[in-house]
C-alpha cells in the first residue's frame, strides 16, 4: 500500500532561515509520481512540483528545490532564505500511474511558521 | 481558463440535514476527483468520477455519501443526514486524462462544511 510520511509536524524559523521539509514515502510500483502542495492561511491548495519516479534530478525555481532520492525514497523540500509569506502547510504526495493520475495519497503536512 | 470551482465556499448545516457540494472542473476536462481534509489531518481520496461514471470510489464512506458526475454540470457530492465528525474541507480536482500526460494536478479552493 502506498504511504507518505511527513515527521515534522510543525517548523518554525526566522526570517531569511533555510528550511528542509521532509518527506518520505512507500510505494511497490515502479512507476509513480510524487507532488508537493502548499495550503496558506486562506485554505486553498497551491500545486508547487510534480515530479516523475524516473527523473531523479534535483529541481529548483526560485527559493525553491526540491531532493528526490529514489534510494532512501525520500522527497525533500527545501525553502531557501525563508519568508513570512512562506507561512503555510505543506502536503508531500505520492500517486501511482495505475491508480490514475490523480488519486493521490497525501502525508499529513507540515505547518511551517515565519517569524519576521 | 477559469480553475477548478467549487461552490459553496463555506456551508453550514444542521444535523440531519443534507450537504450539497458542487465542483465544476476546468474546461475540457472530463475527469474529477473528491478529497475530504478533516481538521488537523492531510487530505484523503474519496471518489474519482468521469463523465455518468463512477470510476473509484474506495473512499467514500459506504452509508450517507454519494457523488454523481452529469453529463451536463458539475459534479456534485451529497451527504445526507448530516453528523458532526462531517465536518471537514472538500476538495475537488480535475484532469483531462485517466492517466497522467503531463498535466497537473489543480484543486479548486474547498468547500468548508460545518455540522452544527
Known amino acids: 500500500a502506498q504511504k507518505v510520511t511527513q515527521a515534522q509536524t510543525e517548523i518554525s524559523v526566522v526570517e531569511k532561515e533555510d528550511v528542509t521539509l521532509d518527506c518520505v514515502y512507500e510505494?511497490?510500483?515502479?512507476?509513480?509520481?510524487l507532488f508537493w502542495y502548499k495550503q496558506p492561511p486562506s485554505g486553498e491548495l497551491v500545486f508547487l512540483i510534480r515530479?516523475?519516479?524516473?527523473?531523479?534530478q534535483n529541481e529548483i525555481s526560485g527559493r525553491y528545490s526540491w531532493n528526490f532520492q529514489k534510494s532512501t525514497s525520500s522527497f525533500n523540500f527545501t525553502i531557501t532564505a525563508s519568508q513570512v509569506v512562506d507561512s503555510a502547510v505543506y502536503f508531500c504526495?505520492?500517486?501511482?500511474?495505475?491508480?490514475?493520475?490523480?488519486?493521490?495519497?497525501f502525508g499529513t503536512g507540515t505547518r511551517l511558521l515565519v517569524s519576521p | 481558463n477559469a480553475g477548478v470551482m467549487q461552490n459553496p465556499r463555506h456551508l453550514v448545516r444542521r444535523r440531519g440535514q443534507e450537504a450539497r457540494l458542487r465542483c465544476s472542473p476546468m474546461?475540457?476536462?472530463?475527469?474529477v476527483y473528491w478529497y475530504r481534509q478533516l481538521p488537523e489531518e492531510g487530505l484523503k481520496f474519496m471518489v474519482y468520477?468521469?463523465?455518468?461514471?463512477?470510476?473509484?470510489e474506495s473512499g467514500m464512506p459506504k452509508e450517507r455519501f454519494s457523488a454523481e458526475f452529469p453529463k451536463e454540470g458539475p459534479s456534485i457530492l451529497r451527504i445526507q443526514q448530516v453528523v458532526r465528525g462531517d465536518s471537514a474541507a472538500y476538495f475537488c480536482?480535475?484532469?483531462?486524462?485517466?492517466?497522467?500526460?503531463?498535466?497537473?494536478?489543480?484543486f479548486g479552493q474547498g468547500t468548508r462544511l460545518t455540522v452544527v
Open positions: 468520477l468521469q463523465k455518468e461514471n463512477i470510476i473509484d
Open positions: 474546461k475540457g476536462h472530463s475527469h
Open positions: 510505494t511497490r510500483d515502479t512507476t509513480y509520481y
Open positions: 504526495a505520492l500517486s501511482e500511474t495505475n491508480t490514475g493520475f490523480q488519486k493521490l495519497v
Open positions: 480536482a480535475s484532469s483531462p486524462y485517466r492517466q497522467g500526460k503531463g498535466t497537473e494536478a489543480f
Open positions: 515530479r516523475n519516479s524516473f527523473d531523479e
